[in-house]
């Protein structure tokens, strides 16, 4: 059992990938619902400040790889892998158009950042980034429409020392569009019926108990923590759950993250970035 040292060192990063945001994001990326039309050059923006914090403020070397014009999606980056310990699992997208974001996702992460690659073997599994909640202690996969129990096996079959629990996804794509870490044994979730029955199962489930605050908007709960550090929501984006937020959080350091034109595409903030602890070269 990971006691709080060793969970807190699983939440601390030197590294970070993210992908660049393609022009055919606007028309051809994939939604679940027609929330408008994307801002560009907003989203852009959005996601220069989002590298920023990580490399001037956390300190990460951040690894930004070209956008391609072929995958509009390409610029959600946690679909495309699970890294945890060193360990890649490379994940094989629910969407058959965002299978091939993969190729260049593995050969950076078994590359210069040193990561022992894992593949999805078993045929017909699937399973997206995004439906992988990671505690520090345990998996809690989604089984979305992106994600099957096939896809969880492969999650399990990759890292053995940590339990696998599967929890039934409605109402949204994936798991993490209700959820995410908000610090070591801390779950921040949404309020919808959707997002309480998705807490309880996990609740039913779980090997550990998990303190949970729960935000008044759904999208809010998807967060980042990284090394000591919460980023969250913008006032302007979602002002109750940014007082829930300042409220439940005090002593921690936050950092508040426009994420508005990504998420009428589907893209919560843990979305555009695979988070990375460097294996030293030996």
Not at 34 to 52: F, M, T
């Amino acid at each position: 059992m990971a006691d709080a040292t060793d969970v807190e060192r699983l939440f601390t990063f030197d590294a970070v990938v993210m992908r660049g945001i393609p022009d055919s994001l606007k028309a051809e990326a994939l939604r679940t619902e027609d929330l408008g039309e994307v801002d560009l050059e907003e989203a852009r923006k959005h996601h220069e400040a989002y590298q920023s914090v990580m490399r001037d403020q956390l300190k990460l070397h951040v690894e930004v790889l070209e956008a391609d014009e072929s995958l509009p999606d390409c610029c959600f980056v946690e679909d495309c892998a699970v890294v945890v310990d060193g360990v890649a699992l490379i994940t094989c997208p629910g969407s058959p158009s965002r299978r091939p974001e993969v190729t260049l996702i593995k050969r950076i992460l078994g590359g210069g950042l040193g990561q022992e690659i894992v593949e999805m073997t078993e045929k017909g599994a699937t399973l997206d980034g995004g439906d992988v909640l990671f505690t520090g202690k345990e998996f809690f996969v989604g089984l979305s429409s992106r994600t099957n129990q096939k896809g969880a096996n492969s999650l399990a079959n990759a890292f053995p020392n940590y339990p696998v629990s599967g929890i039934k996804v409605n109402g949204h794509l994936h798991l993490k569009s209700m959820m995410s870490m908000a610090g070591p044994g801390i779950i921040a979730v949404g309020s919808s019926d959707h997002s309480q029955k998705a807490i309880r199962q996990i609740k039913k489930v779980s090997n550990f108990d998990y303190t949970t605050v729960t935000l008044p908007d759904d999208a809010a709960a998807n967060c980042v923590y990284i090394n000591k550090t919460l980023l969250h929501c913008s006032q302007d984006e979602f002002p109750e759950s940014y007082k829930v937020f300042a409220e439940k959080f005090p002593k921690t350091p936050r950092v508040a993250i426009p994420n508005n034109e990504l998420f009428k595409v589907d893209g919560a903030l843990t979305c555009k970035s695979l988070l990375i602890c460097k294996k030293p070269k030996v």
